[in-house]
């Protein structure tokens, strides 16, 4: 079945078929009889013809660090609901925190007429990077890094985590802090400078064997806090740049005999579903990671088809959760 046998069908000429297909004028009862000849065959438009005739895809190119990441999901989740109802499909490429697979994809994308669009949920932003987004033939957003190089929408993570710490600082006189490596700017370096800030703000002495660095896993988040109570036996806080890290080391206190909050306070960033159920109940920051991904997915679509004016950086706003793992 073709657009020909369609028109034959219909009793209209194959011009008609194309712009009822394409959502140009076709009179009321030309439409009505085009519809109904494609309900009775259930014909579908070729996609490959219908890019060869538009120049368009109608697919955007979704770039994800990882797959099993609580704030990653939230985040193709705005992406997917806005998208969709923009009539995009969506390409979700998986790079399981792989920098030189991001690139890849990024080159992947940029071959013609692979993609309408691209976003990329980054961690890191090499030269490599730079250089594959400089050659993109379609536009292109980063969400989750605050980036000049493309628009961009990203969490607020400077502030995010000073205020956490602030709660943490509120009975904890030797806190200790697990963090991530710092090529990741967002969670990396930002989550960091804001624990130390608010120690500075508190007059909070931080020596350097109170500082860790992990990888995003509870499994990691145990390891590093073990370490901390080996070298700062001393400690009476530990502020996590994740909540994985956090769930990590609120196990490893238990298991070495330390009460949270009573004689070691605990806190997180990312209020994932586990931190309301974890005993006890984590304070952490709830970061709108659905409503960022949906932002990202927007403004995409603004600069695909060039509809009004699209904003080119958006900074999201966050909430400090207070639970039972602070006093």
Not at 295 to 323: C, D, I, N, Q
């Amino acid at each position: 079945m073709d657009i020909n046998q369609i028109a034959q069908m219909a009793g209209v000429s194959r011009a008609t078929v194309s712009r009822y297909l394409n959502d140009g004028y076709v009179s009321q009862e030309k439409r009505v009889a085009i519809r109904r000849v494609i309900e009775r065959t259930g014909y579908v438009p070729s996609r490959q013809a219908q890019t060869l005739r538009t120049g368009k895809t109608n697919v955007v190119g979704v770039i994800i660090p990882k797959i099993n990441s609580a704030s990653v999901s939230r985040m193709v989740a705005g992406i997917t609901l806005v998208l969709n109802d923009a009539g995009y499909q969506v390409l979700l490429a998986n790079t399981d925190n792989d920098a030189a697979r991001e690139v890849e994809f990024l080159r992947l994308f940029a071959e013609k007429s692979r993609v309408d669009g691209v976003i990329l949920i980054a961690t890191v932003l090499t030269p490599e990077h730079r250089e594959a987004i400089s050659a993109l033939g379609v536009p292109i957003v980063v969400l989750d890094q605050d980036v000049d190089l493309c628009p961009c929408v990203y969490q607020d993570d400077l502030a995010a985590a000073r205020d956490v710490t602030r709660v943490a600082l509120r009975s904890s006189r030797r806190p200790a802090y697990i963090g991530v490596f710092e090529e990741d700017v967002a969670v990396g370096t930002m989550r960091r400078r804001g624990f130390l800030e608010a120690c500075a703000e508190a007059g909070a002495n931080v020596p350097e064997r109170a500082m860790r660095v992990a990888e995003f896993t509870v499994d990691s988040g145990y390891e590093q806090a073990e370490a901390l109570l080996e070298d700062y036996a001393e400690l009476d806080g530990i502020v996590c740049a994740t909540d994985s890290i956090a769930y990590g080391a609120l196990t490893c206190l238990r298991e070495h005999g330390r009460r949270v909050p009573e004689d070691v306070v605990v806190t997180g960033v990312d209020d994932s579903e586990i931190s309301q159920i974890v005993t006890p109940t984590l304070t952490t920051v709830h970061n709108h990671y659905k409503t960022s991904g949906a932002e990202a997915a927007r403004m995409l679509v603004g600069f695909m088809t060039g509809e009004g004016s699209v904003p080119r950086k958006v900074k999201m706003g966050y909430e400090v959760v207070t639970r039972n793992s602070t006093r």
